[in-house]
């Protein structure tokens, strides 16, 4: 017990050093011309290095946090800003869908066309007409990965639960918080870990993991290259899959960020008691209800 306590006090400590070393010495992990620092860059970017880079700036923020209110209610509203800011904008590409398949649908079934060509601002870009079809799959991953903490936020998500709705208001505000810090966190966090690897497999070569340690990977960087996977489940169809993998950690970043929001909010809806549940939330509605928020914008 003793010594898990040591490592894990050690390594909190060593993660505000490596944050130091890490933005005094950018070159080491940013210049990719150099392939040792993307070597760098691919293992940290899912080691427990990084790991308790990010708890330590979490520790850091939280203790400024808890020392003043105010900037707490700053931390929630700007995090849940920025996921009503991602989601609203992400969720035109329910529109861009619909579009897409009516054009799919009426260039093939009309013109019998089997390319679709488009040109914004001079960029050509002509692709086959089964590749446009399944590519409406990234329009719809990308309305589910990254209107995620604004669902949330929203109140969208479906809780299913036998305690929470039976207790009250502080009972309830305590819940949320051992569930955004044992649940929410934990689940992000080794996600994130293997969808990191799994994202830099199709993109580079020889094939990386998370068991990899960095002295392996700079042995690597002597002969990894760039190898973009480009491979679709038809000869024709869609072949940017790896945008699927980067959504993923888009994701897992947001949920992350949101267990963050939702930790502070319902810290201070404990505190501060029941007259502030829901205060600065900015939740959408379709004309019903506004009094409900009237005193929360």
């Known amino acids: 017990m003793l010594e898990a306590l040591t490592w894990l006090v050690s390594q909190i400590a060593l993660g505000f050093w490596n944050i130091g070393y890490a933005v005094t010495h950018p070159g080491l992990w940013l210049d990719w011309s150099n392939k040792e620092s993307l070597m760098r860059f691919v293992y940290y ?3 427990v290095e990084f790991f308790f880079a990010c708890l330590d700036i979490f520790l850091v923020v939280t203790l400024f946090a808890f020392l003043s209110r105010r900037f707490m209610w700053a931390c929630v509203r700007g995090l849940e800003g920025f996921a009503n800011i991602v989601g609203r904008t992400v969720a035109w590409a329910g529109l ?9 649908v009426f260039l093939q079934s009309i013109f019998r066309l089997g390319e679709i060509s488009i040109s914004p601002v001079g960029i050509g870009l002509t692709q086959s007409v089964g590749w446009w079809s399944e590519g409406l799959k990234f329009w719809n991953a990308a309305v589910v990965a990254l ?17 929470y709705a039976a207790v009250g208001h502080r009972a309830k505000r305590a819940i ?5 810090l044992l649940f929410m966190i934990p689940a992000a966090v080794l996600t994130w870990m293997y969808a990191w690897f799994f994202l830099w497999r199709s993109l580079i070569t020889p094939k990386v993991s998370a068991s990899d340690q960095l002295d392996l990977l700079l042995r690597k960087a002597t002969i990894v290259k ?38 502070y909010r319902s810290y ?19 004309g019903e209800g506004e009094e409900a928020y009237e005193g929360t914008h």
Request: glycine fraction near 10%; include cysteine.
């Open 176 to 180: 949320d918080m051992f569930g955004s």
């Open 268 to 286: 201070l809806e404990f505190v501060e008691g029941p007259e502030s549940a829901g205060r600065f939330l900015d939740r959408d509605t379709l």
């Open 96 to 104: 861009i869908m619909v579009i897409q398949q009516v054009l799919v």
């Open 45 to 47: 970017g899912g080691s």
């Open 226 to 263: 760039w190898n973009v996977e480009t491979i679709g489940f038809s000869p024709d169809g869609f072949n940017a899959y790896f945008l699927f993998k980067i959504l993923m950690l888009s994701f897992v970043a947001l949920v992350l960020l949101q267990a963050v929001a939702f930790f």
């Open 147 to 163: 209107c995620v903490s604004y669902t949330f936020v929203q109140g969208g998500h479906v809780r299913v639960d036998l305690v």
